[in-house]
């Protein structure tokens, strides 16, 4: 895999790569990259398409190539053919659902993650807007009680007599649909962290902000600010036993989002990840953390999820100097705080949660001893 020859980059031919701003500034191309398919190109590759964007992967048609008999001169101009497919460092998402996010981000409409505690909705949007070279703005809806809450929060401190003095404080959210409409060049991605934990009458007053209004309601200027078309909204919803009863999005708030469901990863792609994070750890023992929690999470008795964060708890723990010569005495401990702890109830009481889960981590750690070593 060395360079590319100039008979493998034929004028038509479509390629992958990442541009950046160009370096020559008396350059009529703003946009340069040096690789095609990963690959060193055969020349410099230059663009002037204005849907490129600095930094993010995209795929490219050759358009033009010059003076291909000169290996030191010419170039490769490049026009825009379409978005590359998502690379995500570091996290694992379903192929199926991936293709399905890049359509609904490439066409702007809402998106609405639905799916259990820890399977890395946070993760994969971070990593979306990080791929995507988009603005990300974090906002935790679970605090929110006001309509007004989502935009700006209320500070109250000492005056110079001691009086009290309120403040009106703008929100990240505000910040961004404030900066958004002044910075076009930037894409801005909004996340709505636990949608289905704020009060329902402020989630309505977010509503025309997510329909075809695209605006809402400044509270300290007093007026409607329109949110311009480089802001896009991801939600997350978390459903499960203790949110079951307070996932209540109605039809009308739901009808706004493109709904899309995860699940947790497979459990050779989060063995895979958890060893990635804690090489001490041997592959035999993350194998088993593993097929613990899919137990639990498979398990028809309990409606809650079992979070990915719970399964690296345990590797936090196990590759520790005080618990390292211990492990498979420790296991049981671990997992005692690390997975029945997250379930409610007590791990010794088995008319509990947290009590179903202790008998299915012992069973799984019998049957582990009874199979032989493979
Ligand atoms: N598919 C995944 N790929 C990579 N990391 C993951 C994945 N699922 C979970 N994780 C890891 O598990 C932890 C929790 O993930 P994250 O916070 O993204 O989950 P979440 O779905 O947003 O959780 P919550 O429902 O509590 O908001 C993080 O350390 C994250 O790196
Ligand atoms: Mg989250």
């Avoid at 390629?15 to 008396?26: L, M, Q, R, V």
């Avoid at 289905?196 to 509270?219: I, K, T």
């Avoid at 409606?303 to 100097?321: F, M, N």
């Avoid at 379930?343 to 049957?367: C, I, K, N, P, S």
Wanted: with cysteine; glycine share 8%; hydrophobic share 40%.
């Amino acid at each position: 895999m060395g360079k590319l020859t100039l008979e493998e980059v034929k004028v038509g031919g479509v390629f992958e790569t990442t541009f950046w701003k160009n370096p020559d500034d008396a350059s009529s191309y703003p946009l340069r990259a040096t690789h095609l398919d990963g690959r060193r190109a055969p020349k410099v590759v230059l663009s002037k398409d204005p849907r490129v964007v600095a930094g993010v992967p995209c795929r490219v048609r050759v358009a033009a190539i010059t003076k291909p008999e000169r290996s030191d001169h010419g170039i490769i101009e490049a026009t825009y053919s379409g978005p590359a497919p998502f690379k995500l460092e570091g996290v694992y998402v379903d192929p199926i659902v991936a293709r399905k996010l890049q359509v609904l981000l490439e066409s702007g409409l809402n998106i609405l993650l639905d799916g259990p505690q820890g399977c890395g909705k946070t993760t994969l949007t971070r990593s979306i807007a990080q791929t995507l070279g988009m603005e990300f703005v974090f906002f935790n809806c679970g605090a929110v009680v006001e309509a007004t809450d989502f935009f700006a929060t209320i500070q109250v401190r000492a005056g110079d007599s001691g009086q009290p003095v309120t403040s009106f404080v703008k929100t990240e959210v505000l910040e961004a649909l404030e900066r958004a409409g002044a910075e076009p060049e930037k894409r801005f991605l909004v996340f709505l962290d636990e949608l289905n934990r704020c009060q329902e009458s402020a989630r309505n007053a977010l509503m025309p902000a997510l329909d075809s209004s695209r605006r809402v309601f400044h509270p300290i200027d007093n007026r409607f600010l329109a949110i311009s078309d480089n802001v896009q909204f991801i939600a997350a919803v978390n459903r499960g036993a203790e949110f079951s009863g307070t996932f209540g999005i109605d039809a009308a708030q739901l009808d706004r989002f493109a709904p899309l469901q995860m699940g947790y990863l497979p459990a050779d792609e989060e063995v895979k990840l958890l060893r990635g994070r804690h090489p001490e750890l041997g592959q035999a023992l993350v194998e088993r953390i593993v097929a613990i929690a899919d137990a639990v999470r498979n398990s028809a008795e309990l409606e809650a999820g079992l979070s990915v964060r719970a399964t690296e708890e345990v590797c936090v723990y196990l590759k520790h100097p005080l618990m390292l010569a211990e492990q498979q005495r420790m296991l049981p401990e671990v997992l005692k705080s690390s997975f029945c702890g997250r379930f409610g109830g007590r791990w010794d009481d088995a008319t509990t949660d947290a009590g179903a889960v202790w008998a299915l981590v012992q069973r799984e750690l019998m049957d582990a001893q009874a199979r032989p070593p493979t």
